[in-house]
C-alpha cells in the first residue's frame, strides 16, 4: 500500500489549448496559478482538465 492519495494529479506538461470553459477566469490557460488557486480553496478539487470525466462522457464519449 502506498501513502494518502494526492489531492489531484499533477500534470507535468502544459496542454496546448485550455479546456477550462470559464474564458473570462484572470488564470485561464496559465497552469501552476489555476492548481494553487484549486489547491488552496475551502473545497480542494482539481483543475477542470485534471478532472474525471463526467459519467456521461465515460460512457458515449466526447461531444463531437
Not at 474564458?23 to 480553496?41: A, I, K, M, T, W
Amino acid at each position: 500500500m502506498s501513502g494518502p492519495a494526492p489531492v489531484f494529479a499533477i500534470v507535468n506538461r502544459k496542454p496546448e489549448v485550455c479546456t477550462c470553459p470559464k474564458r473570462d477566469c484572470p488564470r485561464h490557460g496559465d497552469c501552476q496559478p489555476c492548481r494553487n488557486y484549486h489547491l488552496n480553496d475551502k473545497r480542494p478539487r482539481p483543475p477542470y482538465c485534471e478532472r474525471k470525466p463526467s459519467l456521461l462522457k465515460r460512457l458515449f464519449g466526447p461531444a463531437s
